[in-house]
């Protein structure tokens, strides 16, 4: 239902933009996220985004850096990653909220993509 | 919020009652939810609302607390439940944050 794709082997400092496409739910009426794992690690919440675009957050980590977005009309959900640095090396799941407003738990994963920051 | 779980692997026999402590660092009432990751695959949705089973979990998995302190319990260890287990914090959120993870093993 979530399919993610763009992870890359990618030179520290560059960007690259991640796509996720959902099918079998209403889209448009639900917050969607990206959830990353490192190899060995526990999950950690990146970003989200509201149902209408009107809000959207992000982590410490990546703020100032990322920029999440999604397409209602496409249902699809996008992560622009820019300066990347090492540490954003993992799986880079799409996730979905529950509610269409709200950061709270997830309930519906894709398979993920995976992002090698790395010279 | 910062969360603890404990202990950070364990190993059972198939049919023992398991369980798993989360612990925040401030109250979080009933917003923690528990997740399955098995080997090779995404994490699964077991328990929202710290008590909630989400559909389709089988019923031997229970979740409750409130406030601090949260647990986890299998109340009789299938193989099928070889996996880690991470609890999250939506309180308050965002930053939605997750546990460090429990390594579940069959003895």
Known sequence: QLVESGGDLVQPG???????VASGFTFEDYTMHWVRQAPGKGPEWVSGIGWNSASMAYADSVKGRFTI?????????????NSLRAEDTAFYYCAKGPYASGT??????GRGTFVTVSS | IQLTQSPSSLSASVGDRVTITCRASQGITNYLAWYQQKSGTVPKLLIFGASTLQSGVPSRFRGSGSGTVFTLTISSLQPEDVATYYCQNYNSAPPSTFGQGTRLEIK
């Open chain 1, 104 to 109: 709270w738990y997830f309930d519906v994963w």
């Open chain 1, 14 to 20: 560059r960007s690259l933009r991640l796509s996720c």
């Open chain 1, 69 to 81: 977005s999604r397409d209602n009309a496409k249902s699809s959900l996008y992560l622009e990653m």
